[in-house]
């Protein structure tokens, strides 16, 4: 339908339900993976960092 602004609005508010829950698991991540890493120090540590820098970087692109 001309004028019809109802899909747009289904995939912007998916978007943002997405978005929300890549937000969630990344904090759950930090909170749990990451900061055991860097608890534990060393290569593990820079690894996860680097690991959740990437994930921020894609967050912030998408």
């Known amino acids: 339908m001309p004028g019809d602004h109802r899909p747009y609005?289904?995939?912007s508010a998916t978007t943002a339900a997405l978005q929300s829950c890549s937000l969630a698991l990344l904090e759950e991540h930090l909170n749990c993976c990451v900061s055991e890493a860097l608890s534990q120090g060393g290569?593990?540590?820079r690894?996860?960092?680097d690991e959740a820098s990437r994930a921020i970087a894609r967050l912030v692109r998408a």
């Open 9 to 11: 609005t289904q995939i």
């Open 43 to 45: 290569d593990t540590a």
């Open 47 to 49: 690894e996860k960092v």
